[in-house]
């Protein structure tokens, strides 16, 4: 946040002078901070300063004593304010929230040469957090992208160079000092210095990186093969082709796995050269010894706040408890409102936000357990609303929505909340808002089999719960006769320097015996 400097006139000469200095010291720091009006008036300076799009002004008075040295500190940051038409401005990432610094490169919807207007789409990122769909602020020509997908930008850092079109040149702002990129050399092309290409017509443009490959194709165009240098030079050794080699990694890129397939492969027998039959090309024993190495792939998205999450958890006394649910009275209960559901447009109704419902009804009676610990002032928050997290595997990882004031909610409105979580995170739209807030999280590792586990809390909530998957088991009635009974398996983990034993296991109990008579339930719901 930034606060206007006010500086009085009745300074004196010394003080203004220092006041200036200061002023001009804090433009010289700010990375991405410009002047783009300076009025010359004898006593007054109006700046209007801007960051990320935002814009406001600095009103500042001065004495006459200090306008000749204000002038001379200030109006050099002043010129280069605004580019002029034509001119490259820098598009910066700017701060997508919750103190995140970097950010992944899920898509970049523009390319070099292409023609930007105010609020296109430029790329779209993905923090440990959420997925944030970036769009522009200036009119005019992309003339560099700094990333590719699946890069990790830098908050702070230019995503794109755009040449600025004459209205955007006048308003758009420009950072005082940009950050400064090195150009990619190149070599003038001339008969004794000819552009770099292989034996088989490749060519590799100066201005790609060392993986991308430029290919002459037989229309006279070109088309790129992907490639890591290693695999170019593995291609290189065993006098393979790139071209004809289809790539089955991200993007077409061809890999080791793609030319150890292609040597094994029989190259065909020709016919007849020359009036001699050429005999069928062998693979050697050792071009069909190479093997996978070891391969270092970084943490992104969503694993890589899990590893932030479980590292914090390891540092929580975790307590355990476990019981077990019979689900025979939830599974008849969910099936006579699947009528109510279908009605009001709920397309999918599972056992899950029954679960959900008595969760947050057995919270009212333990609101301790939906709280959270303040270890700095050794406080606890009790957390007003019971926003439930509920973990789900996507094709990113593991990811903990929550659905917020389950107190308020019906058993049909949470199932609408859960079904819309469960499509937007398959599709890796979730918010940083669905993300965030979360009071208690139950997780059902049942979907997927297993029955009792052991749950790791999602800091700083001080519990979580986990499903089991529900079985059919023998057991005795009242009158000792043997029946079938359906059951699932509850664990519950605790923060122990929260929640003790005898608080956790009166919870479950309760937990209990709304999930085995539901009906209950209705005695409690407003």
Same mark, same amino acid.
Request: charged letters at 20%.
């Given at each position: 946040?930034?606060?206007?400097?006010?500086?009085?006139?009745?300074?004196?000469?010394r003080?203004?002078?220092?006041?200036?200095?200061?002023?001009?010291?804090?433009?010289?720091?700010?990375?991405?901070?410009?002047?783009?009006?300076?009025?010359?008036?004898?006593?007054?300076?109006?700046?209007?300063?801007?960051?990320?799009?935002?814009?406001?002004?600095?009103?500042?008075?001065?004495a006459?004593?200090?306008?000749?040295?204000?002038?001379?500190?200030?109006?050099?940051?002043?010129?280069?304010?605004?580019p002029?038409?034509?001119?490259?401005?820098?598009?910066?990432?700017?701060?997508?929230?919750?103190g995140?610094?970097?950010?992944?490169?899920?898509?970049?919807?523009?390319?070099?040469?292409?023609?930007?207007?105010e609020?296109?789409?430029?790329?779209?990122?993905q923090?440990?957090?959420?997925?944030?769909?970036?769009?522009?602020?200036?009119e005019?020509?992309?003339?560099?992208?700094?990333?590719?997908?699946?890069?990790?930008?830098?908050?702070?850092?230019?995503?794109?160079?755009?040449?600025?079109?004459?209205?955007?040149?006048?308003?758009?702002?420009?950072?005082a000092?940009p950050?400064?990129?090195?150009?990619?050399?190149?070599?003038?092309?001339?008969?004794?210095?000819?552009?770099?290409?292989?034996s088989?017509?490749?060519?590799?443009?100066?201005?790609?990186?060392?993986?991308?490959?430029s290919?002459?194709?037989?229309?006279?165009?070109?088309?790129?093969v992907?490639a890591?240098?290693?695999v170019r030079?593995?291609?290189?050794?065993?006098?393979?082709?790139?071209?004809?080699?289809?790539?089955?990694?991200?993007?077409?890129?061809?890999?080791?796995?793609?030319?150890?397939?292609?040597?094994?492969?029989?190259t065909?027998?020709?016919?007849?050269?020359?009036?001699?039959?050429?005999?069928?090309?062998?693979?050697?024993?050792?071009?069909?010894?190479?093997?996978?190495?070891?391969?270092?792939?970084?943490?992104?998205?969503?694993?890589?706040?899990?590893?932030?999450?479980?590292?914090?958890?390891?540092?929580?006394?975790?307590?355990?408890?476990?019981?077990?649910?019979?689900?025979?009275?939830?599974?008849?209960?969910?099936?006579?409102?699947?009528?109510?559901?279908?009605?009001?447009?709920?397309e999918?109704?599972?056992?899950?936000?029954?679960? %959900?419902?008595?969760?947050?009804?057995? %919270?009212?009676?333990?609101?301790?357990?939906?709280?959270?610990?303040?270890?700095?002032?050794?406080?606890?928050?009790?957390?007003?609303?019971?926003?439930i997290g509920?973990?789900?595997?996507?094709?990113?990882?593991?990811?903990?929505?929550?659905?917020?004031?389950?107190?308020?909610?019906?058993?049909?409105?949470?199932?609408q909340?859960?079904?819309?979580?469960?499509? %937007?995170?398959?599709?890796?739209?979730?918010?940083?808002?669905?993300?965030?807030?979360?009071?208690?999280?139950?997780?059902?590792?049942?979907?997927?089999?297993g029955?009792?586990?052991s749950p790791?809390?999602?800091?700083?909530?001080?519990?979580?719960?986990?499903?089991?998957?529900?079985?059919?088991?023998?057991?005795?009635?009242s009158?000792?006769?043997?029946?079938p009974?359906?059951?699932?398996?509850?664990?519950?983990?605790?923060?122990?320097?929260?929640?003790?034993?005898?608080?956790?296991?009166?919870?479950?109990?309760?937990?209990?015996?709304?999930?085995?008579n539901?009906?209950?339930?209705?005695?409690?719901?407003?």
């Amino acid at each position: 946040m930034y606060r206007p400097l006010l500086f009085a006139t009745s300074l004196s000469a010394r003080a203004s002078f220092n006041a200036a200095k200061s002023f001009t010291n804090l433009s010289q720091q700010t990375q991405h901070n410009q002047f783009v009006n300076l009025s010359n008036r004898p006593y007054s300076q109006q700046f209007c300063q801007s960051t990320g799009g935002r814009h406001f002004s600095l009103n500042t008075r001065f004495a006459p004593i200090l306008n000749s040295h204000f002038q001379l500190t200030i109006h050099r940051y002043a010129h280069s304010a605004a580019p002029a038409e034509g001119g490259a401005q820098p598009f910066i990432l700017t701060d997508v929230g919750e103190g995140i610094a970097e950010v992944e490169i899920i898509n970049f919807y523009v390319k070099v040469g292409d023609r930007l207007s105010e609020f296109d789409r430029v790329c779209e990122v993905q923090s440990d957090k959420a997925t944030v769909e970036i769009t522009s602020r200036y009119e005019g020509v992309v003339s560099k992208v700094y990333y590719q997908k699946g890069d990790i930008a830098k908050v702070g850092k230019p995503l794109i160079d755009v040449t600025l079109s004459s209205h955007s040149a006048s308003a758009a702002p420009a950072p005082a000092t940009p950050t400064p990129t090195t150009p990619t050399p190149t070599t003038p092309t001339s008969p004794s210095n000819p552009a770099p290409s292989t034996s088989q017509g490749h060519t590799i443009s100066s201005h790609e990186d060392q993986f991308t490959t430029s290919i002459r194709t037989s229309s006279g165009g070109t088309r790129k093969v992907l490639a890591t240098p290693a695999v170019r030079r593995l291609a290189s050794e065993k006098k393979l082709t790139l071209s004809t080699i289809s790539g089955t990694g991200r993007d077409g890129r061809v890999t080791k796995a793609d030319i150890i397939r292609a040597l094994e492969q029989p190259t065909p027998v020709t016919k007849e050269t020359h009036g001699a039959a050429v005999p069928e090309t062998k693979v050697s024993q050792e071009t069909l010894s190479i093997t996978e190495e070891d391969r270092e792939v970084p943490i992104r998205g969503y694993a890589r706040a899990m590893v932030k999450t479980m590292t914090a958890a390891a540092k929580v006394p975790h307590f355990g408890y476990a019981d077990e649910l019979e689900v025979d009275n939830i599974i008849a209960f969910r099936k006579m409102l699947l009528r109510a559901a279908n009605e009001r447009g709920v397309e999918k109704l599972t056992l899950m936000p029954i679960f %959900l419902k008595a969760l947050s009804l057995s %919270l009212k009676a333990f609101p301790i357990v939906n709280s959270q610990l303040k270890e700095e002032s050794m406080s606890l928050v009790y957390k007003a609303s019971h926003n439930i997290g509920v973990a789900m595997d996507t094709p990113s990882g593991l990811v903990v929505p929550n659905i917020k004031n389950c107190q308020n909610k019906s058993i049909l409105e949470i199932a609408q909340d859960l079904n819309r979580l469960m499509g %937007l995170a398959k599709e890796n739209k979730l918010s940083v808002n669905e993300l965030t807030g979360g009071t208690i999280t139950l997780s059902n590792v049942g979907t997927i089999g297993g029955t009792y586990t052991s749950p790791i809390l999602n800091i700083p909530e001080v519990a979580i719960g986990a499903l089991g998957k529900i079985q059919t088991v023998p057991r005795f009635d009242s009158q000792g006769h043997v029946k079938p009974v359906q059951i699932i398996q509850l664990s519950w983990s605790a923060d122990h320097r929260v929640l003790d034993g005898a608080t956790v296991a009166r919870f479950s109990t309760l937990f209990k015996r709304y999930v085995e008579n539901p009906t209950s339930m209705l005695l409690e719901c407003r």
